[in-house]
């Protein structure tokens, strides 16, 4: 029987232990973690859809609050604009084709009503697109009547063969069909894929292992909002996150979080902003992407930071922007969350 001192060593000895490895681990954890966030980069450089030489401005729906939603007259906006990135939504028609829509039924865009999976293209086709746009509150419909229609997600792939897409599948019926337009016209260098149900990218990354660049579900991007509170974010397959400034009341794109993905080499890419300061504020912060309704205000705040590119110009690699993005290439500003910024 062990005396009451040899006690006290056998049951203390273990946490002190513990403590002290913590201790000497601490100083060293940030080295590790670098070395193997490096590599993880380093892959992350073989998608193409990824490389550009500074913040990616996304035309967000092609920009909609100029121009009817997910339309032809929106895409045509946001090229002439300069701007390379355009993010759509799709949906599957009954008969098999793939329509670029965000919502699941035609009525608040259309003048036509019905769930598209119950339409066939014909029939969406008719339906007028910029019936129900308007810049001003309902006293004028620019669109009615011109012409705007529900697009193919084929036509526009092929419309715009210096573009680039980010696609959000909006049923789990339209990832096959989709993921097989994407092998057909191989533009797996320009798309990328998100989306809310963590199946529907699961399948896609299963049906193109390290093809197709992929951002995190909704589910991931809790997981990953909760891991970079202690500085590590697990990439979980994905190639960049896709988050919004606010997620139910709490915020979730801070200086801390951007920095725990960029040590993982995820790409931060933030919707959907509309304002001029919240757009300053990501910038800092070392955002890579920002997703606007509003092209026109988003490229005006890019060429005042002198961090507009041109499609022309974009051969170089990108380097995700973390501190020395903010000594180089960004302005130093304020780093602190605008409050009060109600988001789409």
Not at 64 to 78: I, M
Not at 278 to 302: H, W
Request: net charge positive.
């Amino acid at each position: 029987m062990m005396d009451a001192k040899s006690a006290a060593v056998e049951d203390v000895t273990p946490s002190r232990l513990r403590a002290a490895a913590r201790t000497v681990y601490r100083p060293i954890e940030g080295i590790i973690f670098r070395e193997r966030a490096f590599s993880k980069r380093n892959q992350n450089r073989f998608y193409p859809y990824l490389e550009w030489p500074g913040p990616i401005a996304y035309a967000h729906r092609g920009g909609s609050a100029n121009h009817p939603e997910n339309t032809l007259a929106a895409f045509d906006n946001a090229t002439a604009l300069g701007y390379t990135y355009i993010e759509l939504d799709v949906h599957l028609s009954k008969d098999g084709v793939l329509v670029v829509c965000h919502d699941g039924k035609l009525d608040r865009t259309t003048n036509v009503r019905g769930e598209i999976r119950n339409l066939t293209y014909d029939e969406i086709r008719k339906a007028d697109a910029g019936y129900r746009f308007t810049r001003d509150g309902g006293k004028t419909y620019p669109y009615r009547g011109k012409g705007v229609a529900v697009p193919r997600l084929e036509d526009v792939l092929k419309r715009y063969p210096n573009a680039r897409f980010s696609i959000d599948p909006k049923c789990d019926e339209a990832v096959g069909p989709l993921m097989d337009l994407i092998a057909k016209l191989n533009v797996y260098d320009r798309v990328g894929l998100t989306c809310v149900p963590i199946r529907r990218i699961e399948e896609a990354r299963r049906r193109a292992p390290g093809k197709i660049c992929t951002g995190m579900s909704m589910p991931e991007v809790v997981r990953a909002f909760a891991e970079s509170q202690v500085g590590a974010i697990a990439p979980r397959g994905a190639q960049y996150v896709q988050v919004p400034l606010y997620r139910k009341g709490i915020g979730v794109v801070n200086a801390k979080f951007v920095r725990a993905a960029h040590l993982s080499g995820l790409r931060v890419h933030v919707w959907t902003i509309n304002d001029e300061s919240t757009m300053n504020y990501l910038l800092d912060i070392g955002c890579d992407g920002i997703f606007t309704d509003r092209p026109e205000l988003l490229k005006k705040v890019l060429i005042e930071r002198g961090m507009w590119i041109e499609p022309k110009t974009q051969g170089s690699r990108h380097r995700p922007f973390g501190t020395l993005g903010r000594l180089f290439g960004h302005r130093k500003g304020n780093m602190q969350p605008p409050v009060g910024n109600v988001l789409n």
